[in-house]
C-alpha cells in the first residue's frame, strides 16, 4: 500500500492518512463487524438458517448487520466553503458530522428500518461511506468477512451460541465490547 500510493504521487501527509485509517479501519472494523454479525445471526435463529440452507447469502447477511448497526456510524467533516443546504446556513471551516448509522436508518429509503431483516435490499446503504472517501478496504472487507471469517466460523462452530449480556459501545466506531459464548 505504501508503494502504491507514493509511486501515484500522493503527499506524504495523505499517505500517511491512508495508511493510519488502513491499519485502525482494518482491524477495528472488521473485528466489530464479524462479532456484531454473529451475534445479530445467533439472535435471529430464523435467519440464521436462511443464510445456512443457502436461500440468503453470507455477504447479505454481513450488508444488512452492517446497514443496521454502522460499524463506523459517523465520520467529520470540514466545511471548505460557505453553502446554503436547505434551510441549514453552513459556515467555512466550521465541522460537521455525517451520520452514517443515521441515513442507514433512515425510514424513507428502508422499510421497518430498526429491523435486522438478511432479505432486505441493502444497495442503497451507507456502511462503507459514499463518494470520494468511499471506504478503500471494502472489497478486501467483504470478502475477508462474508466469504471466509462468518461461514467458516459457523461451520467450525455448529453449536455456538451467545452465553451472556454483549454490551454495544461507541457511535463513531460501533460494535460489541464484549461478546460471552459458548459451543459445546
Ligand atoms: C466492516 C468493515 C469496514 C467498514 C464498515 C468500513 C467503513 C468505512 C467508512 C464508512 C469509510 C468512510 C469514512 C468517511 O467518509 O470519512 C471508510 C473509509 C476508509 N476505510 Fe473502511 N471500513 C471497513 C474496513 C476497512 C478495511 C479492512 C480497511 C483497510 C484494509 C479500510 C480502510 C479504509 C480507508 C483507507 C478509508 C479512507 C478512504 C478515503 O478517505 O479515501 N476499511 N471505511
Not at 472517501?133 to 453449536?159: M, N, Q, T, W, Y
Request: charged share 20%.
Amino acid at each position: 500500500m505504501l508503494s502504491v500510493l507514493t509511486r501515484a504521487g500522493q503527499p506524504l501527509t495523505s499517505v500517511r492518512a491512508n495508511i493510519k485509517l488502513a491499519i485502525s479501519g482494518g482491524q477495528n472494523e472488521p473485528r466489530d463487524a464479524i462479532a456484531g454479525a454473529t451475534w445479530a445471526l445467533l439472535g435471529h435463529p430464523d435467519q440464521l438458517e436462511r443464510v445456512r440452507n443457502g436461500s440468503v447469502s453470507w455477504l447479505a447477511a454481513f450488508e444488512e448487520y452492517a446497514r443496521w448497526i454502522s460499524p463506523i456510524g459517523m465520520s467529520p467533516r470540514r466545511v471548505a466553503r460557505d453553502f446554503l443546504w436547505r434551510d441549514v446556513d453552513l459556515q467555512a471551516e466550521s465541522r460537521v458530522f455525517l451520520m452514517f448509522g443515521s441515513a442507514n436508518r433512515d425510514e424513507d429509503v428502508f422499510d421497518r428500518a430498526d429491523e435486522f431483516d438478511v432479505t432486505r435490499n441493502t444497495s442503497k446503504a451507507v456502511s462503507f461511506g459514499a463518494g470520494p472517501h468511499f471506504c478503500a478496504g471494502a472489497a478486501a472487507s467483504r470478502s475477508l468477512i462474508a466469504e471466509v471469517a462468518l461461514p467458516r466460523l459457523f461451520d467450525i462452530l455448529p453449536k455456538l451460541r451467545i452465553n451472556g449480556d454483549v454490551p454495544f459501545g461507541g457511535w463513531a466506531f460501533r460494535g460489541p465490547v464484549s461478546m460471552p459464548v459458548a459451543w459445546g
